[in-house]
């Protein structure tokens, strides 16, 4: 097979090290990443077992300064939806980005520091996140793109804090969930969140990216004697569906609202303003006449995004995100569904090549592994 | 990667097997390693007329489903009912879809046909022909 490079594409600073490992790379939101090393099923019971390592620098970060520390955090609570004036350095959380209709232009995890706030971004939003920020900042607020100078590794799995541990001056053992700290990864200095996209415990380290390979190359060293697995974005989507995260483009996009995606939650409405609020009050008044529900296959096939959900014939809904989950070993899907038919328990089709195959709708998360929520 | 001398192949990345008028059909190693890990198989009916290079089928991994297509023309007169979760509508209680991955020209055969009386095979592509195409 070919091996020349798409030049159009980016590569992450740890491009180099990861081409040593046998993988398969394929181009994602512009970047050249690997979707597979060992094979999709053995790099996603390595993190539910064990332990797995994402390279995921590709991600965008953007830094919100001010004055004062409090004007950041009033830009950023201005543009997401959740609260984000509770939360106190070393603390992070999780949000979305609407549209003044409501609809969602991203979801992000905004990271309160001393001095700054620093929200990351996905990597196919970057570029739109870094100016939505910058158009609406007012005077006195800087808005940096830090994404090329950021680069990002996960340490996701049970096994995650007692390979991490010895490695690190952050104390993990009182690091809670949706909490960061800062300090040494060996000798590379790190924030280390308690964060993750699989549903297992884990932890995210970001670095510059001038130190990203000798990050990599002490996580990697000391993983060989926890049979640390490199993950793949294959395993990573077929994690974070077990444990029913969202994916922009699937679940979430400008044309659903935070509401519908079951991600009301991350609303809060009593904040004060914020990009969208007025568009978000009505749509919890009037209900949704669609919502976010899990599907387990019954009947053969497995769900694919776009695959039509149907009733005795009749479409009433579509397939956002679908996959054969390796821990419950059947196909699962995430859907849009009309309201009413929703509920767990109810039985749907799937119009898989043509034909309908049997699914139910089910509680979701479709698993819950040993994530520190 | 293996592509067995003794075999045909189509540029759909199938094999067959000639052994008189019964061809044994499966998918190469290329296809197997494309697909990444498989996990189940629609394999056409025990008794089904498939025509050459017409889809009787289809091969699920994780990540994707891909078509299958039957090399020749005829009539199937057995499918691999180890591989599938399904077998003619009954569920199957203990199936492996993994032998396609691991051992794609044996154990992780997919159906039989019954060639067709004056079926055209002149066309299938020998190993090394299959080889130029996807190397």
């Given at each position: 097979m070919s091996d020349t490079a798409t030049t159009d594409l980016q590569r992450t600073p740890l491009f180099d090290r990861l081409k040593e490992l046998p993988a398969k790379w394929v181009p994602f939101a512009g970047w050249e990443m690997p979707v597979q090393f060992s094979g999709i099923v053995d790099e996603h019971r390595a993190v539910r077992t064990n332990v797995g390592l994402f390279d995921l620098s590709h991600m965008g970060e953007i830094e919100i300064l001010g004055h004062d520390v409090s004007d950041a955090v009033a830009h950023v609570q201005r543009l997401v939806?959740?609260?984000?004036?509770?939360l106190v350095p070393g603390q992070c959380m999780y949000s979305v980005v609407c549209r003044?209709?409501?609809?969602?232009?991203d979801d992000v995890i905004v990271y309160r520091f001393e001095r700054g706030v620093t929200l990351v971004v996905n990597a196919s939003n970057a570029g739109r996140m870094f100016e939505w920020f910058k158009v609406h900042a007012p005077q006195g607020i800087r808005v940096v793109d830090r994404s090329k100078e950021t680069a990002l590794l996960a340490l996701q799995g049970p096994r995650a804090q007692d390979l991490l541990s010895p490695l690190t001056s952050v104390d993990l053992e009182s690091l809670k969930y949706y909490h960061f700290g800062e300090g040494l990864v060996g000798d590379v200095p790190c924030v280390v969140s308690r964060t993750g996209y699989t549903g297992e415990d884990g932890f995210e380290l970001y670095t510059h990216e001038s130190k990203a390979v000798q990050l990599f190359d002490t996580v990697w060293e000391a993983g060989r004697q926890w049979n640390l697995a490199p993950i793949g974005l294959g395993a990573r989507d077929t994690l974070r569906l077990e444990a029913c995260y969202a994916l922009y483009g699937n679940e979430i996009d400008e044309n659903t609202n935070p509401f519908e995606a079951r991600l009301g939650w991350v609303v809060k409405l009593d904040k004060g303003d914020f990009i969208g609020r007025e568009a978000l009050q009505e749509i919890k008044q009037n209900g949704t006449s669609r919502l976010l529900a899990g599907l387990e296959m019954e009947d053969r096939g497995v769900p694919r995004h776009g695959f039509e959900i149907a009733r005795e014939g009749r479409p009433v809904g579509v397939v956002t995100s679908g996959t054969y989950s390796p821990t419950l070993e059947k196909a699962v899907a995430l859907g849009y569904v009309e309201k009413g038919l929703h509920a767990p328990g109810g039985e749907l089709d799937v119009v898989i090549r043509k034909a309908p195959s049997r699914a139910r709708v089910v509680k979701t998360p479709f698993y819950r592994g040993s994530v520190k929520s | 990667m293996l592509y067995p001398d003794e075999l045909k192949y189509t540029p759909e990345h199938e094999w067959v097997r000639l052994d008189g008028t019964t061809a044994t059909v499966g998918i190469t190693s290329f296809a197997q390693d494309q697909l990444g890990d498989i996990v189940d198989v629609d394999l056409p009916e025990v008794g089904a007329t498939v025509a050459q290079m017409k889809e009787c089928g289809a091969i699920e991994s994780v990540k994707t489903a891909s078509d299958l297509f039957s090399p020749v023309d005829g009539k199937v007169l057995e499918v691999n009912t180890k591989l599938a979760s399904r077998i003619d509508g009954q569920k199957n209680a203990d199936f492996h879809p993994e032998w396609i991955n691991q051992d794609p020209y044996g154990r992780g055969w997919l159906f039989k046909v019954e060639l067709q009386a004056g079926a055209v095979t002149s066309q299938l592509l020998e190993a090394a022909a299959y080889r130029s195409l996807v190397e």
């Open positions: 939806t959740n609260d984000v004036s509770k003044p209709d409501g609809g969602i232009l | -």
